[in-house]
DNA sequence: CACTGTAGTAAACGAGCGTTTACTTGATGA
DNA sequence: TCATCAAGTAAACGCTCGTTTACTACAGTG
């Protein structure tokens, strides 16, 4: 049964997002699911290939995050105004839909933090953990508010500042979610952040 | 001679922020010295006092740095208008400084991506990033907007919300400044957003 | 000179690592 | 019923880990 196979992902990535990849035992994994490393080796080659397989759903995931959310763009009859809140409305939405998956969702969580752990001594993880967490959403956010200015929906400033600006509370608050208590919920502050985005950069011919 | 304790501590902490403290072995730091790990074992009495002498010397720094920059607090005879102005430069430098500390400065820098790298497994180390890095500068900014509103050099508005709006850009540049190719110097943004920050949110008294 | 203490080496220790091997189940199906 | 095969155990493999031990070289000091 294939069922194993997919626990021992699940717990092997638990064990790597806490400890490691190198410090985390191919023993301590089995230990866990009350089997012996011997018969990991039924369903894994190796320890590295664990690893692999959790990446590679990763990259699926993160290839299926894409497609449903590549936008089909507003149909041409819509209104300019239209257009504007959807945009808007979108980014909002996508944003928070995708702060929950890294602090909320087990896999999400568990992959973000073994990505932490592993920047420093891995290349690839390491331009992984930029294009995802750090420079690509700023960049992404900045050539999207570019042309949100130059549509006129929001007003003109810095776009990289002000993408900088938008991301970094969703950045920030990602790690503060990973302490126990929080007081404050962090995903009512983010949300909190982006209505007063919006509000702040938002030019008001109709919209909000 | 107590250099060699020295070169131990440096090369160890090197260690732990490319690896981890796991990861890292005693082998390897007394390998890159050119001396044999029973050598190290002259000037430490085992791997994890190294580790407790990286924290200590971090903790000193941190004192030593809170009390050069503890406000000593504006002279009672200077000018509303010249505490703002204070104030604010002075946020701004000790801001800018701290950046330096994170990402220039190596003992700094390495120190941070060694807790970093503990912060999952060690739940002391989990306290400390959280106080240093996350929750402990957002509630510390926080209580300082908060008093500069009531102060009437800042605007009113919701003082958490702002503090991440001030803080979160800092943390990510940290973040952003381990990517090896940074395009624009991360420096140079923060003090744009500091900038741009204090351009928004002054109240336009006399200052600016 | 002999004495003492420091800093170092080389080798061994037991433990744990990732991995392999030989063997034991128990279910399946011709 | 018997061969097959997937799934698991227990033990061993070679290796590296952190740590200890026995020994060497040498500088300073009475």
């Given at each position: 049964?294939?069922?194993?196979?997919e626990?021992i992902?699940?717990?092997?990535?638990?064990l790597?997002?806490?400890?490691?990849y190198?410090?985390?035992?191919v023993?301590?994994?089995?230990g866990?699911l009350?089997?012996?490393k011997?018969?990991?080796?039924?369903?894994?080659k190796?320890?590295?290939?664990i690893?692999?397989r959790i990446?590679d759903r990763?990259?699926q995931?993160?290839?299926?995050?894409a497609?449903k959310?590549?936008v089909?763009?507003?149909t041409?009859?819509?209104a300019?105004?239209?257009?504007?809140n959807a945009?808007m409305?979108?980014?909002?939405s996508?944003?928070?839909?995708?702060?929950k998956f890294w602090?909320?969702?087990e896999f999400?969580?568990?992959?973000?933090?073994?990505?932490?752990l592993?920047?420093?001594r891995n290349p690839?993880?390491?331009d992984?953990?930029?294009k995802?967490?750090?420079?690509?959403?700023?960049?992404?956010?900045?050539?999207?508010?570019?042309?949100?200015?130059a549509?006129?929906?929001?007003?003109n400033s810095?776009?990289r500042?002000?993408?900088?600006?938008f991301?970094?509370?969703?950045?920030?608050?990602i790690?503060?979610?990973?302490?126990?208590?929080?007081?404050?919920?962090?995903i009512?502050l983010?949300t909190?952040?982006?209505?007063?985005f919006?509000?702040?950069n938002?030019?008001?011919r109709q919209?909000?």
């Amino acid at each position: 049964m294939s069922d194993t196979r997919e626990k021992i992902l699940i717990t092997a990535l638990r064990l790597f997002a806490q400890d490691g990849y190198e410090a985390a035992s191919v023993s301590a994994i089995a230990g866990i699911l009350g089997m012996t490393k011997g018969a990991l080796y039924r369903h894994y080659k190796n320890k590295r290939e664990i690893f692999d397989r959790i990446v590679d759903r990763m990259v699926q995931i993160d290839i299926e995050c894409a497609k449903k959310h590549e936008v089909p763009e507003v149909t041409f009859d819509q209104a300019p105004s239209a257009y504007r809140n959807a945009t808007m409305d979108k980014i909002k939405s996508f944003t928070i839909s995708q702060f929950k998956f890294w602090t909320e969702n087990e896999f999400g969580c568990d992959f973000r933090k073994m990505v932490t752990l592993e920047q420093y001594r891995n290349p690839e993880i390491a331009d992984w953990y930029q294009k995802v967490f750090a420079n690509g959403p700023v960049s992404y956010m900045e050539d999207l508010l570019r042309e949100m200015m130059a549509q006129g929906v929001l007003k003109n400033s810095n776009p990289r500042l002000l993408a900088l600006d938008f991301y970094a509370p969703f950045y920030l608050l990602i790690s503060m979610s990973d302490a126990p208590s929080d007081g404050e919920k962090a995903i009512d502050l983010l949300t909190a952040h982006i209505d007063s985005f919006i509000q702040k950069n938002a030019t008001n011919r109709q919209s909000q």
